[in-house]
């Protein structure tokens, strides 16, 4: 019985994990190059303190992969991205993993 409960406290914790991530995908326009994405992927990471930031020049999107719970919003990342210099259109937090960059346009769509 012990043993029992111990799986289920595991399995329970297991899916509050997985339903805790979270991702934030927005359009970046103005990017014209691997230095504009680099300046972009750059003040991310800075912003946030995460590692899992991807940029994409060619696609036009950033998205954030979040490790940890965060206070960081859309209109955080709206304005990181401004003072960064590029105009911003679409945000949107997504309670999945974002794996490249075309699957994470086709889930912002979806808003």
């Known amino acids: 019985m012990k043993k029992f409960l ?24 103005g990017m014209v190059c691997m230095a504009c994405q680099a300046k972009v992927e750059k003040e991310l990471k800075a912003a946030t303190g995460e590692g899992n930031v991807e940029v994409s020049w060619p696609e036009g999107v950033a998205f954030i992969n979040f490790e940890n719970t965060t206070n960081f919003s859309e209109e955080d990342f709206k304005k990181v991205i401004e003072n960064a210099g590029f105009a911003v259109g679409k945000v949107a937090t997504l309670d999945e993993k974002i794996i490249d960059p075309k699957s994470g346009l086709i889930s912002l769509n979806k808003f």
């Open 6 to 29: 111990i799986f289920i406290f595991s399995f329970l914790m297991l899916q509050t994990a997985i339903k805790a991530e979270i991702a934030m995908i927005g359009v970046v326009d």
